[in-house]
């Protein structure tokens, strides 16, 4: 096995819902059996911690067969170090990108937080890495998605755009594909295939994540934060609000004052 110690990967590692991610406060006996566990997992790897927080890591490693096989032994014991009553915990996202880059840092999330859940997200460059090292011999499992040149490229594309439009409450879903050069139904195919939603749902679900940190955050009332999230209506914003995290915004507010 040859080893191409020049480069540098990257992995993003996600361990909860993104709500209890954004509260990060349940550092308990098994949240602490889980941050050993990875801690110990990261070691044997030889995997750098270079960002952290209770739900959360960002980790560079110098060989790609270490990462994968790291990524691959962190799923597979991510079940016996995570109390099965609390479900808030059990979700585990990875992904890894070939590079330490800003914009690698951001595929690599992109990868945990957008692409469908349950898979565990490698770019194609990091398969061609892994293949080099060893004989052409990569792991092929159901559970692996690797995304190819042209999807992270659209990955990147689609992200960048939809940080510049999200607050605007006249945007039309219609626009995405045209605004960004792109076939109609390829966009909403190839959107459907990693991410799991429609442009609309899409956007919607953006929208109410970022909602959901302002109103963490306190970064204004209610109606203050819908407008701010690109909702006309508080009324609609809190209807899709307690849709996708089964409360209410004004309840929410409530328990976090």
Same mark, same amino acid.
């Given at each position: ?16 819902? =993104? ?17 050993? @566990? ?46 099965? =009553? ?12 070939? @590079? ?9 999330m992109h990868m945990c937080e957008i692409v469908v859940k349950d898979k565990f ?23 692996i998605k690797i995304l190819s040149l042209t999807e992270s490229q659209f990955l ?63 970064? @204004? ?8 999230? @690109? ?5 609609? =914003? ?20």
């Amino acid at each position: 096995m040859s080893s191409n110690t020049s480069s540098t990967y990257t992995m993003v590692i996600e361990t909860s819902d =993104f709500l209890h991610r954004l509260e990060a406060n349940q550092f308990n006996l098994f949240t602490q059996k889980l941050h050993n @566990g990875i801690s110990n997992l990261m070691s044997k790897f030889q995997g750098v911690i270079v960002a952290r927080n209770d739900n959360t890591y960002q980790v560079t490693f110098t060989t790609v067969t270490d990462a994968v096989l790291c990524a691959l032994k962190l799923k597979s014991r991510f079940k016996y170090i995570t109390p099965k =009553f609390d479900q808030s915990i059990r979700d585990l996202k990875l992904g890894i990108t070939k @590079g330490n880059s800003k914009s690698d840092q951001l595929l690599a999330m992109h990868m945990c937080e957008i692409v469908v859940k349950d898979k565990f997200v490698i770019s194609e460059a990091v398969k061609m890495a892994y293949n080099n090292e060893n004989n052409n011999s990569f792991i092929n499992r159901d559970d692996i998605k690797i995304l190819s040149l042209t999807e992270s490229q659209f990955l990147t594309q689609l992200m960048d755009y939809i940080e510049t439009i999200w607050q605007d409450p006249e945007f039309n879903v219609a626009h995405f594909s045209k605004t960004l050069g792109l076939n109609t139904s390829y966009f909403y195919r190839t959107l459907k295939q990693l991410t799991g939603k429609s442009p609309s749902v899409f956007l919607r679900s953006f929208r109410l994540n970022h909602a959901m940190v302002m109103l963490h955050h306190k970064k @204004g009332n209610i109606t203050e934060i819908a407008r701010k999230s @690109g909702f006309n209506s508080p009324t609609y =914003f809190s209807k899709c609000f307690k849709a996708r995290f089964n409360i209410l915004p004004s309840k929410y507010l409530q328990q976090h004052t």
